[in-house]
Nanobody
């Protein structure tokens, strides 16, 4: 069984920063074999791609809406993926989910194998 546990969400003013973490665990789960992604879902809307990183951390990809403001990174020794969010805007308000995918990274929700429970990020204007 694989567990992904997000943390670091909260309430922040517009222009502020937050750093999300996602810790992965599982008896047979080899973190470094998985691409990782961050997605977000606002109330009443579909879950959308935010950022992805390949197994080694050498390749990253971002949604246009967050490019230049968010940074995804991973520490394979700690089985953890991070999302540094700077210059936050009210439209970034959502529940943020991390996800794991075997093999190559993707931007599609349906291609990810495991999901965390989400962490709320609220940006006030």
């Amino acid at each position: 069984q694989v567990q992904l546990v997000e943390s670091g969400g909260g309430l922040v003013q517009a222009g502020g920063s937050l750093r999300l973490s996602c810790a992965a665990s599982g008896r047979t789960f080899t973190f470094s074999s998985y691409a990782m992604g961050w997605f977000r879902q606002a109330p009443g809307k579909e879950r959308k791609f935010v950022a992805a990183i390949n197994w080694s951390g050498g390749t990253t990809y971002y949604a246009d809406s967050v490019k230049g403001r968010f940074t995804i990174a991973r520490d394979n020794a700690k089985n953890t993926v991070y999302l540094q969010m700077n210059s936050l805007k009210p439209e970034d308000t959502a529940v943020y989910y991390c996800a794991a995918k075997r093999g190559l990274w993707s931007i599609e929700v349906r291609r990810f194998d495991y999901w965390g429970q989400g962490t709320q990020v609220t940006v006030s204007s």
